[in-house]
Protein backbone atom coordinates (compact mmCIF):
# COMPACT_ATOMS: atom_id res chain seq x y z
CA UNK A 1 0.00 0.00 0.00
CA UNK A 2 2.52 2.44 0.39
CA UNK A 3 4.62 1.82 -2.50
CA UNK A 4 1.23 2.58 -4.29
CA UNK A 5 1.36 5.36 -2.24
CA UNK A 6 5.10 6.24 -3.30
CA UNK A 7 3.95 5.36 -7.03
CA UNK A 8 1.27 7.75 -7.17
CA UNK A 9 0.88 10.38 -9.96
CA UNK A 10 -2.02 12.04 -7.64
CA UNK A 11 -0.27 12.75 -4.48
CA UNK A 12 1.12 16.24 -3.76
CA UNK A 13 4.66 15.05 -3.24
CA UNK A 14 4.52 13.85 -6.97
CA UNK A 15 4.75 17.43 -8.23
CA UNK A 16 7.04 18.65 -5.67
CA UNK A 17 11.06 18.96 -6.44
CA UNK A 18 14.01 18.40 -3.88
CA UNK A 19 15.43 22.02 -4.09
CA UNK A 20 11.89 22.86 -2.25
CA UNK A 21 12.79 19.81 0.22
CA UNK A 22 15.31 22.10 1.39
CA UNK A 23 13.91 25.40 1.23
CA UNK A 24 11.39 22.79 4.02
CA UNK A 25 14.13 22.07 6.04
CA UNK A 26 15.81 25.01 5.92
CA UNK A 27 12.52 27.01 7.13
CA UNK A 28 11.83 24.03 9.56
CA UNK A 29 14.96 23.70 10.98
CA UNK A 30 15.05 27.57 12.05
CA UNK A 31 11.68 27.48 13.27
CA UNK A 32 12.85 24.83 15.66
CA UNK A 33 16.38 26.23 16.67
CA UNK A 34 14.31 30.05 17.04
CA UNK A 35 11.43 28.24 19.02
CA UNK A 36 14.34 26.42 21.56
CA UNK A 37 16.17 29.24 22.10
CA UNK A 38 12.86 31.54 22.83
CA UNK A 39 11.71 29.16 25.28
CA UNK A 40 14.98 28.52 26.89
CA UNK A 41 15.84 32.49 26.94
CA UNK A 42 12.01 34.24 27.54
CA UNK A 43 10.39 31.25 29.49
CA UNK A 44 13.34 30.59 31.33
CA UNK A 45 13.02 26.48 30.73
CA UNK A 46 17.36 26.06 30.29
CA UNK A 47 18.30 22.60 27.89
CA UNK A 48 19.56 19.66 29.32
CA UNK A 49 22.40 18.20 27.86
CA UNK A 50 20.53 15.70 25.42
CA UNK A 51 18.54 18.91 24.53
CA UNK A 52 21.92 20.34 23.10
CA UNK A 53 22.85 16.95 21.32
CA UNK A 54 19.14 17.98 19.27
CA UNK A 55 20.86 21.17 18.24
CA UNK A 56 23.45 20.63 16.64
CA UNK A 57 22.36 18.53 13.54
CA UNK A 58 19.57 21.38 12.68
CA UNK A 59 22.57 23.73 12.87
CA UNK A 60 24.03 21.60 10.57
CA UNK A 61 21.04 21.01 8.46
CA UNK A 62 20.50 25.36 8.31
CA UNK A 63 23.96 25.38 6.65
CA UNK A 64 23.20 22.70 4.44
CA UNK A 65 19.81 23.48 3.01
CA UNK A 66 21.43 26.73 1.00
CA UNK A 67 24.10 24.66 -0.29
CA UNK A 68 21.59 22.19 -1.49
CA UNK A 69 19.34 24.34 -2.96
CA UNK A 70 22.27 26.08 -4.94
CA UNK A 71 24.45 23.52 -5.63
CA UNK A 72 24.16 21.07 -8.44
CA UNK A 73 25.41 18.19 -6.41
CA UNK A 74 21.97 18.15 -4.40
CA UNK A 75 22.25 14.47 -4.05
CA UNK A 76 25.05 14.47 -1.48
CA UNK A 77 23.31 16.81 0.35
CA UNK A 78 20.27 15.61 0.62
CA UNK A 79 21.75 12.14 1.84
CA UNK A 80 23.13 14.18 4.43
CA UNK A 81 20.48 15.80 5.57
CA UNK A 82 18.74 12.12 5.62
CA UNK A 83 21.46 11.04 7.77
CA UNK A 84 21.44 14.27 9.70
CA UNK A 85 17.27 13.55 10.46
CA UNK A 86 18.10 10.44 11.60
CA UNK A 87 20.57 11.16 13.89
CA UNK A 88 17.88 13.84 15.32
CA UNK A 89 15.20 11.06 15.13
CA UNK A 90 17.61 9.05 17.40
CA UNK A 91 18.62 11.21 19.56
CA UNK A 92 15.20 12.58 20.03
CA UNK A 93 14.03 9.00 20.52
CA UNK A 94 16.51 8.30 23.55
CA UNK A 95 15.58 11.44 24.78
CA UNK A 96 12.02 10.53 25.15
CA UNK A 97 12.79 7.08 26.28
CA UNK A 98 14.75 8.84 29.27
CA UNK A 99 12.11 11.55 29.90
CA UNK A 100 9.31 8.79 30.66
CA UNK A 101 12.11 6.85 32.87
CA UNK A 102 11.91 3.74 30.30
CA UNK A 103 15.66 3.59 30.28
CA UNK A 104 18.68 6.08 32.22
CA UNK A 105 20.89 8.23 30.86
CA UNK A 106 23.69 9.51 32.49
CA UNK A 107 24.16 9.89 36.28
CA UNK A 108 24.39 13.61 36.37
CA UNK A 109 21.37 13.83 33.98
CA UNK A 110 18.70 12.12 35.68
CA UNK A 111 17.30 12.29 39.19
CA UNK A 112 18.74 9.43 41.31
CA UNK A 113 18.65 8.93 45.12
CA UNK A 114 22.62 8.87 46.02
CA UNK A 115 23.32 8.03 49.35
CA UNK A 116 26.42 10.00 50.52
CA UNK A 117 28.58 9.28 53.39
CA UNK A 118 29.56 12.97 54.27
CA UNK A 119 28.70 16.74 53.10
CA UNK A 120 31.56 16.78 51.50
CA UNK A 121 30.29 13.68 48.44
CA UNK A 122 27.62 15.53 48.37
CA UNK A 123 28.69 18.66 47.80
CA UNK A 124 31.24 17.32 45.05
CA UNK A 125 28.27 15.45 43.84
CA UNK A 126 25.62 18.82 43.46
CA UNK A 127 28.60 20.60 41.79
CA UNK A 128 28.95 18.38 38.94
CA UNK A 129 25.48 18.34 38.44
CA UNK A 130 23.27 20.17 35.45
CA UNK A 131 21.03 22.22 36.97
CA UNK A 132 18.59 20.53 34.06
CA UNK A 133 17.49 16.85 34.19
CA UNK A 134 17.02 14.90 30.72
CA UNK A 135 14.43 12.55 32.63
CA UNK A 136 12.34 15.82 33.74
CA UNK A 137 9.96 17.53 31.49
CA UNK A 138 10.08 21.13 31.88
CA UNK A 139 7.97 22.23 28.96
CA UNK A 140 5.13 20.37 26.80
CA UNK A 141 2.68 21.02 24.37
CA UNK A 142 -0.38 19.10 24.68
CA UNK A 143 0.90 16.11 27.07
CA UNK A 144 3.72 16.26 24.56
CA UNK A 145 7.41 16.67 25.59
CA UNK A 146 10.06 19.01 23.10
CA UNK A 147 11.86 15.81 22.43
CA UNK A 148 8.28 13.85 21.13
CA UNK A 149 7.46 16.49 18.80
CA UNK A 150 11.33 16.69 17.74
CA UNK A 151 10.97 13.07 17.27
CA UNK A 152 8.08 13.37 15.09
CA UNK A 153 9.06 16.01 13.15
CA UNK A 154 12.17 14.34 12.13
CA UNK A 155 10.27 11.21 11.22
CA UNK A 156 8.12 13.24 8.87
CA UNK A 157 10.85 15.25 7.65
CA UNK A 158 12.97 11.73 6.71
CA UNK A 159 9.53 9.91 5.30
CA UNK A 160 9.23 13.20 3.06
CA UNK A 161 12.40 13.22 1.90
CA UNK A 162 12.20 9.73 0.73
CA UNK A 163 9.16 10.22 -0.89
CA UNK A 164 10.54 13.59 -2.87
CA UNK A 165 13.51 11.27 -3.89
CA UNK A 166 11.60 8.00 -5.13
CA UNK A 167 9.49 10.67 -7.65
CA UNK A 168 12.32 13.26 -8.43
CA UNK A 169 15.98 11.20 -7.40
CA UNK A 170 16.37 9.99 -11.13
CA UNK A 171 16.59 13.94 -11.94
CA UNK A 172 18.63 14.56 -9.40
CA UNK A 173 21.36 12.25 -10.06
CA UNK A 174 21.74 13.21 -13.19
Known amino acids: MFN ?11 KIDIKYFFYLIFITSSIILISAYVIEFFFKHPPCKLCEYQRIPYFILIILSPIG ?9 FYLSILLLFSISLIAGFHSLVERRLISFDTG ?6 SFENIEELRNFLEQVPIVKCDEIL ?3 LGLSLANLNLMISITLIILGIVIFKNHGKKVQK
Open 139 to 141: FSI
Open 109 to 114: CTSINN
Open 69 to 77: ILNSVKIII
Open 4 to 14: KFLNSEKHIYS
